[in-house]
Every structure is written in structure tokens, then in C-alpha cells.
């Protein structure tokens, strides 16, 4: 009885210590949020922050984060340690990168790696990537034909070397952006964010009288292995294929997967093969193969275990195979800035095969890319000022807006929400308050989401000005506009986007433009794909929708035969004849 | 002064009463009368007032907190209410941030909104951020609204424009128009319920005042004519969510400001120990049958927030509710109760709650049809409670049942002996608990070390010991009357008034004269409200101003000095927030210019003062008398796993300064007390516990 306490008490202390580290990590992430100077961290929230083993497996990743730096973050920091063996690190070293090969897939993304000693011995590695707003080059955009145009280039490097700063290595930072203050204070918060990781680590190992993490490690591992490949096993084996079309930069393309569930070797696998994917493009919407893996992780994870924590065994036993070249496995040096642009149609894509194997566990195709229109003014738009004309300072400035989500199997999409991606938007009183632009609509688009059972979100409508109306640029990089988002099961496909000036001409959907003098930027944003027979929808939900103005007499009548008055009261009798005109 | 004074606070299950009169308290509990709350509280007036023998007319103040705006907006039961705001803008209530609390739930809730998109009127105008009129009102629209206001029976009306907290103009104009057209209408206008920047948390906020003011200035009115009829003439004030105390003339107006009334109460009550006590840095720990609440308390004052999220959907997470901007008393709130249930999860952990048995069946021990474990349950297999004694013998516990509950969904599942997983399950909930505290220390940007932990609640005392020792903790209060700690909280707090108003400003570019025009505009307009019901009393004003370095995310609040400030000041303020700055991060950003994004100003009464305690009643005098235990009971520990023979004392039995070496069980009627191996226990002159832990 005795024994059998202590083997218990043992296994309720790794309990505890797993609960433990997430806590660590989380830490560590909110630690980033807190002291970091990106809007893209501080107000949206890309970024993500875990602890890892010394072989590089990562052991626990923090709640708080964006699923694009899920396992493009972790495989990084192999890299890392390939480039500075664990034996060379001491305490108070800082590695940092923003190679897209290396880290997550493009130059804005910095990943900060840390060694964590315990007893003067290192015990693991902590790591965290964060989206910062500025490298030089030529900005967020697609307009790059290299890697080389789209900004500062840092190589895998020690920016600390035991607690001292790399002065060379900021002097080149500094010199190469924009805003010098903002990138070298985010590189400092990064560095930070670990260093409290390795403060609470440390406290931690005291605590439970740890010499090192293999134990923990090993039973995180075997846990998370076990669950993720008993969620496999409930699914149907077999192959299934899927594909989606992306409007491109300037000609479409197209993602195919083929996903194979089953076992590989006795164990239970999900293996991706994106045979057939259309080859990279000129411009920087290409994705390197980890943010490939990333999110295509993300989409499968969302749908066969989420409940399952992330770290290195939970994510192994899904396994993807890119043709090299293509376009979601872009090789040095093709332009990759805005690699999400694609790759967030990717958990689309798998959910595409998955509709094959569990249909009532995955949703309609949603909006998916965000439509973050990068805004730019003043003299590098539109020259220096002259004489009496009106100008407006200079300004650059990027929103974060999402169309619907896709419909799912129970419950409507979600309006105007961001899917996979996990931003938030800003609200537009603090736009408004630094930058000389008018936002002068910003609320949902009336019968955007795709009809169905359940219904799409619905996508939204920004209308955007210069003051005074004067002239500024848009860097475009939006997507789902000649190929909106499908339905399944029936339902009926969202809107598609729509990109054009206030007085009508429309723009191409992604590259740099100009809206003129007297005219305003008009963003219609995709609606999600609808799930089930649109005539299969209680009349009750059509009727509110009707009154809500969000879904049209016209389209309540023809495509959910639901017959509803002007004031919205909905006509059972006209609905059960149009639904069922064989009863009556 | 008055010279006796009674707190009322309606929960949602009891109305807990408080009456101090001639330095003597008594202290009630009635069940809450949900549908009709004045009637348990009449109930519970005249019954307390009997059992002190205090003559009705003898009553100097009444302080009233209830939760009546916080349960209508949980369960949907507020006016029918609309929302008149800029066209094109019809949707931010729905938009909220476009963002998902969880990634990873594909069937994700997000809270709807409280005025549905037909009642969500959108009127042509704008302002733009710096107050320039960009289109002017066209009144004719809102003038076209009013029949349908009537046609569609709306009660209240929310009126919410984008940047009307620089110029409200307009949304003034519009209030203007419907007291002409519908003087019978509740108005809330967002320029006045929340002036500050970020139209969804405004409008979030001025519609939620909206949604409750009918209901609320119903209630008050019955309530006061109600004591006015028990032959009370005392003056009624309520107790805020941000501690203070205001009229029911500006409860009535700005009803949303007293949601969370009660834990505020909770978390002055650990503040009034504190500064009783001279303990400068607290935290205080409140743990009941569903959630646990915790609050850091720095200099006798509960940290405060400017915003906050009321009826989250899902599970407590951050992000899933109604979003607040009104001042309150910053508290993290956990899933983590006597009631929460525990099961084991895919990966073969225990997972302890948010789910909860509640009082209904509740836990499997209680008896009543419960078959899943909750803490309670656990608890008892460790030999922490007397199952005779549990709630004072009223409820006795059935250690069988628990056993059978925890064995069959944790002990069997994880091949461990039943205890065991008792034990696992009081470590993983307790791990939770020190864990949301961590977080919330790191978001705060304080430290627990050298903090004293005051815990109350019925399940504070029980567990506090344990997250003592996960933050880092040596030091324990228990106060007495904990039971009702949030009432005996009212009664200490000042009566005081906070406004925030956003003004944007560079330290660079500093303008003095709209700084100093706003905030004296803004303590005269506290100072009218304090003033009914400040008696004359001396008053002490807080100015705060919300820093950032130019670019960065979060506010740093920076006391500002209760004067006109001169362009000498500048300089203050800047090193006052590079100090407040290195104390959160360390190190500061040369060469970064700082902005300022709001300001509050708080004008409050003083505080009684303290006699200062004598040595006798801080503390602990060691050499008091041995007290022999009742009993010895079988405990098991849940740090060690061992099992041990604990003596078990009755509260009532210590007397001051007597000391117990742990481990040892402090028993009394609501909870218990566990005083772990390496701790030890006085009762201090004040009739707290004070468990402290040896050094080691």
C-alpha cells in the first residue's frame, strides 16, 4: 500500500509539474504581450513562446499565441542548436533569427532562443517568435520578386552573449528599419520574456527537487503520443482529397492535398500529400514548408484533438509531404511577406479531406485570409508638398478585419471573425487617433454568408478615406474574391470580396495602388460557406436574420423558402406551402 | 456621525446583513428573494435590527450592494432596449474585436449582443478624433425614430457615437431630442456612462447601463420606500464596483457601475484587515462552491481596473463576456470551488472544474443525488473535515458517497487507491488556483514574495496553506466573520466617486491648460457627487494618469499631483513614470517619448483612523497557555501523501496569543482551517488567525 502511495503521489507530481510548465510558458508569453512595442504583438497578439528539451523537442507551448507559429517555431529551434551546439551555450546567451527557412516563414517574424540552466547545468532551451511591425525593405506587401527586397536579413546569431548585448548586431538592427526604437525594444522584450521563463523554471526544479526535464519530458511525451494517436485511431482510415483555390497574385492557384489516416508501421498516422499544388509564384505570397506544416497542423488538430496540448509528440504523428517547389514549399530566396495569405486557407483545405471522413466535425469554408490592408500617405505616395496643395503627413498603418467563418455542423459561422488566425482587430477610434485616414464603415454586409441548415458568418464592409479625402495608397493582400468560400452538405457558398474604389472602379486584390484624390477604398470581405440544405433551416432563425437585416425578403424566398413580411414577421402558412407544395 | 450603521449585500443565494452600532457588530444571514429582492432584505432589516436591539430611527447609513444588475445581464432579463449610433457603425457590438477567446473550439459561444441589429439604429453623423465635426447630426433620422421606439415598446435607449468622448455634442443633442419627444425613455448617453476611447467597450458599456437602469431604478425606489416604511430615515447609499460608496440618485443613473458590488465588498474587507493589521502588501483569497476570487491589496488599497467583463460564456474565459469601462476592483476569478467537479482528461490527467456541482445536487457527500467528485468531496477523504461537523452539523457529509464518486472517475481510470486521487485532485485544483494567481502577478506587474495571504470564503482557510506554499507565501490570515465578509466590507468603505476620461496628450507636447481644465472639471463633478453623502467629512482626492511609451501596448497608471499642474511638472511626471516603468520591466527605453491616454481622478472621505494596534493585538504573543485539541483525525497531506494524526481544535476554544505547531485543524461552524506541516498558528488580539510558516 505503501508503495503503491508513493508510485501514486509520483504520478499526481508529473500531473502537476506538465499543468506547471504550461503555466511557465504562459507566462512567458503574457510577460511579451506586456512589454512588447509591435502593435502585431501587444494589440493582436501574433506571436507564441515555449520551452523545449535539449534534443530541440519542444515540451509545452503557451496557451496565449497565433496557430501560425505552432511547429514552425518548434522545428526552429533545431536549427539553432545545428548552428550553436548545446555544449557552447552558457547562461545569459540570446540565438535570435528571422530567416523565413529557419524560423517562421518570413522576415517579419523574430525567434528568440534561449538557453535555461539549473545548478550550472542547462536543462532546456526556451523559445518565443513574435510578428514586428518594421524591417526595412519594402514593407508588409507582396510586391517583392526576393527575399532580399523584403527587408533586413538575420541570420541565426548571438544578439546576447552572457548577459552583453551584441552591440554590432543592434547597430546593424537599428540601421536597417524604420523605426529603430520599436524593433530594438521588441528584440529586448523578447529576450526578457525568456529570461522570466528561466527565472519560474528555475523555482520550479526547485520546488519538486528536479535535476533535469528528461523524466518530465518522456512522460509528456508518451501521454500527449498516446492521446493524439487514440484520437486517430476513432477515425475512418483511408485516403481523401481535397482542393482550393486561391485568386493569386497575378494568376490563380491551387492547393491539393491528399490525406491518408491510417497506420503507418503499426502506429497510428495522418500523412498530407500536396502532390499536384500549383508551383511558387513570382511574388511574396509564397510559404515555406514549416508555415505550411504550421497551419496545416492547426487545421487538422482543431478538428481530430484539440483538447491536446501542443508539443513535439502531439504534433509528430501528423506528417506532410510538400513538392519542393511549389508554392507551399517555396525555396530560398522567392519572396514569402505575405505567406499567410495562402497558407490560412490551409486548415480549409484539411478540412476539406476531413468533410470525407467525420462530416459533422468540420465547418464550411470561412473568409480565412485576413484582409489586412497595409494604408500608406504623404510624401512617399504622393511626393513632397508643393506650393498650396494640401498634404497629409506621412503614415503608414496596417488594420486587421476578418470576413465570416465558415457554418458549423450545430451553430451558425461566426460574423466577421478571424479563423484560422488569431488576431484581434483595433477599434477605429484608436486608428483613427494615429493616422489621418476616416474609416467611414466598418459593420456587416448583408447576405454574405453562404445559405444553409446553419448559415455562414457574414463577411463586413469597410469603407476607408484620407482626411480631407486626399490621396493614399492601399498595398492590397486580400483573397476569396473570384473564388469565395464553399459550402458543404448542401450549403450554399459565401460571398466572395469584393475590392474597388467608392466611385466604382475595381482593384486588383492584391499589389500596391492608388485611391485618388475625392475617392475612398471600398472592402467588401468575403462571407463564410453555409452546411445543409438551406430549406432545411428553422424559419424562426431565417425570420430574425430577415429582421435583422442581414439577410434579404428575396433571398429568405428563394434560397431557404421562408416566406417573411417586410416587417419581418415570418408567414407560416406561404413557408410550409413553398417548402412542402405537395402537402397542400 | 451616525450612530449606528448597516450593510446589506443580496448574493444570489443569501442576503448577508451587517450592523454595527455603539462598536458592537451583529451579522445576519437570510435567504435572497429572487424575484422580489427588498422583500428579504425587509425581512432581514427587522430581524437583525431586533436581535441588536437597535431601534430603527438609531440607524445613521445604510450601505447597500446587490448583484441584481449583475444576474440581469447573465440571464438576459434587462429592457427592451436600443442602441441609436453613426451610421455605418451598426455593428460593433456584434464585431466586438473579430478575435476567438479559444483557438482551438471550433464550436465556440461568443455573447450576444444585448440589443439585437433591428433595435440598433444607425443615424447619419460623424466626428472625427479630434472633435471636428466631419458630418453634422441630421436630427430629421432621429426624429424618425421615435415612432419606432414606441411601435417596437423599447424602454431605454442607448446613444453611442464614434469619438463623442471628445465632443459629445451630438449625442447630447440626441438626448435632447428624446426627453422632448419621450420624457418617460431611460437615456444613457455614452459621452457620460464611459468617455473614454474604443467605441465597443463604450457602447459596450452605455448599453449595458441601458439594458439594467429600468430595472434597477424600480427596485431602488421599492427598496427605499420599502425602509422608509420600517421607520428607517437613514440616507441609502450603494456600494460601487470600484469600493467606493455613491447616492441612489447616481446608482440610478449609472446602475452598471454596481455590478461585482459584492466581491468589491470581499476584497475591502481584506483591505480593512490589512490596514488594521499594518500589512502593506496582501493578497486576498476568497474562495466559495463555484469560483474562487483573488485581488492584490498594496498599501491597504485593492488594485484597480478601469475596465472589466461580466457574463462570460465560456468557461471563464477571458474574452467570452460583456466588455465593462467603468472603474472597478481588479479581481481574477476562477473556476475553482468546493463544488467544482473533478474527472480525468484524454491525456490521463485530473482536470478540476470550471464545471460545478453547485449547491443543487452539489457534492456527492452532500447526499443529494451528486455523483460526481467535487474538491468538497476530496477534501473530506483527506480527513480535512469532520463529516458531523461540516456547515455546523446542519449538513452532514457522506464520506461513502464521496469515496464511491472519486474512485469511480479518478481512482479507477489512473490505477491509484481512492485517496490518492483525492489527494490528486486537491493538489490539481490548488495548482490552478497558485497558477491564475501567478499569471495574474505577471499581468500585474507585482511579486508574491513577502506577501500575506488573507483567506476567507468557505473554502479559503482550507486551502490556503497549500497556495501559500506554491506562490512563495509564508504568512496567513483567517479573519473572523468571514462568512459575511463582503457586508462587514461595506461598512469600512469611504464614500468616494471615480471618473475616467481619455485626453490623449505627448509628454513632448504637453498641454497643460486642457489637463489642467479637464481634470478640475472632472473633481468638480466627483466632488458633487461625494458630497451628498460625505456629512461634511474631510475628503482626499487621487489623480492617476495612464502612460505608455509612444507605440507600446499596455498603461501604466502614474499618480498625478491634486493640483493645477505647471509646465514644470512635465518633468515629474515623466520620472514618476520611468520609475512606475523599471518597477514593472525592469529597464527603461531610452529615448522613447511617453503618451498619456487618460486620466482618473477619485475624490473620497477619509478613513476613520485606526488606533494603532498595541503589540498585544498584531501579534502573537508566543508564551499564551497550551490548548489541549478536541480531537486527533486522520489527515492525509496532500504535499507529502502522507498520512498523520492532526489534532483538531475548536476556534472558539484559543484565546489570544496561545500558539499551535501545525500540522493542526481549526475548526469553526462555516470552514476550517488547516494549518500544514512546517506552519504555526495564533489568534492575534483581533481575533484572527495568523498562521505563519517556520523558516527553513
Known sequence: MMAANIVGLAEIQRQVMWNRLIAVVEEQAQTMIRTAFSTTVREAGDLSAGIFDLEGRMMAQAVTGTPGHVNSMMESVGHFLKKFPAETMRPGDHYITNDPWLGTGHLHDLTVVTPAFHDARMVGLFANTAHVIDVGGLGMGPEGRSVFEEGLYIPIVKCFDEGRPNETFFDFVRAGTRLPVELEGDIYSLCACNDAGIRRLAEMMAEFRLEGLEPLAAFIFENSRRATEAEIARLPSGTFSAEICSDGYDEEVTLKAAMTIGKVGGKDRITVDYAGTSPCSTRGINVPAAYTRAYSCFGIKVVVAPEIPNNWASLAPFEMRIPPGSILDAPRPYPVSVRHVIGHLLPDLMMGCLYQAVPDRVTAEGASSLWNPPLRGGASVSGPPRGNRPALPDFEIITFNSGGTGARPMRDGLDATAFPSGVRTMAVEATENVAPIVVWRKELRPDSGGAGRTRGGMGQIMEIGAKDDLEFACNAIFDRVKHPPKGRSGGKQGAGGRVALKSGRILRTKGFQIIPEGDRLILELPGGGGMGDPALRAPADVARDVRDGLVSPEAARTLYKVVVGPDGALDRAATEALRHPLKT | ?696
Request: hydrophobic share 45%; glycine share 10%; aromatic share 6%.
Open chain 2, 1 to 696: 456621525m451616525p450612530s449606528s450603521r448597516l450593510a446589506v449585500d443580496i448574493g444570489g443565494t443569501f442576503t448577508d446583513l451587517a450592523l454595527e452600532h455603539l462598536g458592537k457588530r451583529t451579522t445576519l444571514k437570510v435567504l435572497t428573494t429572487p424575484a422580489a429582492p427588498e422583500e428579504g432584505v425587509m425581512t432581514g432589516v427587522r430581524a437583525i435590527l431586533a436581535m441588536a436591539g437597535v431601534a430603527p430611527e438609531a440607524v445613521g447609513l445604510v450601505i447597500h450592494g446587490t448583484t441584481l444588475a449583475t444576474n440581469a445581464l447573465i440571464e438576459r432579463k434587462g429592457a427592451r432596449t436600443a442602441l441609436i449610433t453613426t451610421a455605418g457603425f451598426r455593428d460593433v457590438l456584434t464585431m466586438r474585436n473579430e478575435s476567438r477567446y479559444d483557438q482551438y473550439d471550433l464550436n465556440l459561444l461568443l455573447p450576444e449582443p444585448l440589443v439585437p441589429r433591428h433595435l440598433r439604429l444607425p443615424v447619419p453623423e460623424r466626428i472625427d478624433h479630434a472633435g471636428a465635426v466631419l458630418a453634422p447630426l441630421d436630427e430629421e433620422a432621429v426624429h424618425a425614430l421615435i415612432p419606432l421606439l414606441a411601435r417596437e415598446n423599447v424602454e431605454s435607449v442607448a446613444v453611442g457615437f464614434l469619438h463623442s468622448f471628445v465632443n459629445p455634442a451630438h449625442e447630447a443633442r440626441v438626448g435632447e431630442i428624446l426627453a422632448a419627444a419621450r420624457p418617460d425613455l431611460f437615456v444613457s448617453l455614452s459621452s457620460e456612462v464611459s468617455p473614454e476611447m474604443r467605441e465597443w467597450e463604450r457602447f459596450s458599456t452605455t448599453t449595458a447601463n441601458a439594458y439594467v437602469r429600468p430595472l434597477m431604478a424600480r427596485y431602488l425606489g421599492r427598496l427605499e420606500e420599502g425602509l422608509r416604511t420600517l421607520g428607517l430615515s437613514a440616507p441609502i447609499f450603494l456600494m460601487l464596483s470600484g469600493g467606493g460608496l455613491t447616492t441612489v440618485e447616481t446608482a440610478c443613473r449609472f446602475p452598471i457601475r454596481l455590478v461585482e458590488s459584492g466581491p468589491a465588498g470581499g476584497a475591502i474587507f481584506s483591505a480593512h484587515i490589512a490596514r488594521e493589521s499594518a500589512l502593506d502588501r496582501v493578497l486576498s483569497f476568497d474562495m466559495g462552491g463555484t469560483t474562487a476570487k483573488i485581488c492584490l491589496i498594496d498599501d491597504f488599497r485593492p488594485q484597480a481596473a478601469k475596465s472589466f467583463e461580466v457574463a462570460r460564456v465560456g468557461r471563464f474565459r477571458k474574452g467570452s463576456g460583456l466588455p465593462l469601462s467603468i472603474p472597478v476592483i481588479e479581481m481574477v476569478e476562477i473556476g475553482a470551488g468546493g463544488g467544482s467537479l473533478a474527472h480525468v482528461d484524454a491525456m490521463g490527467r485530473i482536470a478540476v472544474g470550471p464545471e460545478s456541482a453547485g449547491a443543487d445536487p452539489g457534492p456527492a457527500s452532500y447526499g443529494r443525488g451528486g455523483t460526481s467528485p467535487a474538491v468538497t468531496d476530496a477534501n473530506l477523504l483527506l480527513g480535512r473535515y469532520d463529516p458531523a461537523r461540516f456547515a455546523g452539523g446542519k449538513l452532514p457529509l457522506d464520506s461513502a458517497a464521496a469515496a464511491a464518486a472519486l474512485s469511480r472517475a479518478v481512482a479507477a481510470p489512473l490505477g491509484l487507491a481512492t485517496e490518492m486521487a483525492a489527494l490528486g485532485v486537491v493538489e490539481m485544483v490548488d495548482e490552478n488556483m497558485a497558477n491564475a494567481a501567478r499569471v495574474h502577478a505577471i499581468e500585474s506587474g507585482k511579486t508574491y514574495e513577502g506577501r500575506t495571504l488573507i483567506a476567507f470564503g468557505g473554502g479559503g482557510p482550507v486551502h490556503a496553506c497549500r497556495i501559500a506554499e506554491k506562490l512563495g507565501i509564508r504568512s496567513i490570515l483567517v479573519p473572523s466573520g468571514a462568512g459575511v465578509g463582503s457586508a462587514i466590507g461595506f461598512l469600512r468603505a469611504p464614500v468616494a466617486y471615480e471618473l475616467v476620461r481619455s485626453l490623449y496628450q505627448r509628454l513632448s507636447a504637453f498641454d497643460t491648460n486642457a489637463v489642467n481644465h479637464l481634470l478640475a472639471a472632472m473633481t468638480e463633478e466627483a466632488e458633487a457627487v461625494v458630497a451628498a453623502g460625505s456629512f461634511g467629512a474631510r475628503l482626499s482626492e487621487t489623480r492617476t494618469a495612464f502612460m505608455r511609451y509612444v507605440g507600446q501596448g499596455h498603461e501604466i497608471p502614474v499618480p498625478v499631483p491634486p493640483r493645477a499642474l505647471g509646465p514644470d511638472d512635465v518633468a515629474g511626471l515623466r520620472a514618476a513614470y520611468d520609475a512606475a516603468y523599471a518597477r514593472f520591466y525592469d529597464r527603461p527605453v531610452p529615448g522613447s517619448d511617453i503618451e498619456v491616454l487618460s486620466f482618473s481622478v477619485i475624490v473620497s472621505t477619509v478613513p476613520e483612523p485606526l488606533a494603532p494596534p498595541d503589540a498585544h493585538a498584531r501579534g502573537a504573543a508566543p508564551n499564551g497557555a497550551a490548548v489541549p485539541p478536541d480531537f486527533l483525525q486522520s489527515v492525509r497531506d496532500s504535499a507529502t501523501g502522507e498520512i498523520a494524526e492532526w489534532p483538531v481544535f475548536a476556534r472558539t476554544a484559543l484565546h489570544p496569543g496561545s500558539r499551535i505547531a501545525g500540522p493542526a485543524i481549526i475548526a469553526e461552524d462555516e470552514t476550517s482551517t488547516l494549518v500544514g506541516p512546517g506552519w504555526s498558528v495564533a489568534l492575534n488580539g483581533f481575533g484572527y488567525l495568523a498562521l505563519s510558516q517556520e523558516a527553513q
